[in-house]
């Protein structure tokens, strides 16, 4: 099938630059004498004001009701919206920021079953007692994202122009995790931390969290001589957790490696942003000496090398 892109000056020109999309069977909207009779829409989003970073651009998904999965028209525009001529019918439309490079999508030709989701981190060959939450998978962290969505568009012949309004709300979490007062920080050669109990994927028609209950980390960097910070971006806890764990761990200058275990559940619970949390915790007293200057900071986590320490701290 021929993929049209539609011309209009305020659309952005994308083509398919999701992999996954390429092989899909849908329509873009064209302008053509056959869209002159159509009526005119103004696809607007009402940002919420606090939004000061936005996405280079937004996927609009139109898929028609009552004519089978897969025929749906898709339209993408800037933050600042857009117009289109759209055939007459009953809609139910969907959007998501198109500026993404590390999330899956899935079922795109089915509205209720569309997922946005992530991918596992390889950790074969790892003994189980050596991760921090041996029955979570490690996935990679989502890129930001923001989505609406809206049921029962009726679009008439009769119409000469309307606007479309979405409210694009964001739908991943940052978690800014700390570990303060560290003695002898600079026995350590590089840190990373694991926070437990996340889920791996989003449904943008029902507006939730969905799939397997998983963990999420990164690597950690100085916030100055004893304490250090990372985030950790996630479309939210499982809906299912009732405990949320933080792991923390530092790789030594003397080829030591320990692993602090935090209960954060109360944090996270408690937190007066829910979309922008503050994990902090208090760190150790590290044996002092000199780092290797041939050492480096090291690659991947590599948790499956010799033994970890593994401590679990009471908050």
Known sequence: MRHNVWKGGSSLMVPLTLACLAGCTHKELIYDESAIGRPLIYVAYDWDPSETDLPEGMANLFHALGQGPGNYWRCDFRPSGGTVRFPTGIYDALIFNNDTENILFTDIDDFSGFTFSTS??????????QLPFPSQKLYRQPDRMWSDVRYGIDIMATL???TIRFKPKRITRDYHIEMTDIVNLQSALRYYAVLSDLTASYSPARQRQTGPTVSMGGFMSPIDS???????TSFGMARDSSQSRLAIYLWLADGERKAYLYDVTDQIREAPDSMDLVIRVKGPTLPEMKPDPEGGSGGGLDVGVDDWDIIDIEL
């Open 160 to 162: 000469t122009t309307d």
């Open 120 to 129: 596992p981190i390889d950790t074969g060959g790892v003994p189980s007692d």
């Open 226 to 232: 004893s304490s250090i910070s990372t985030t950790v």
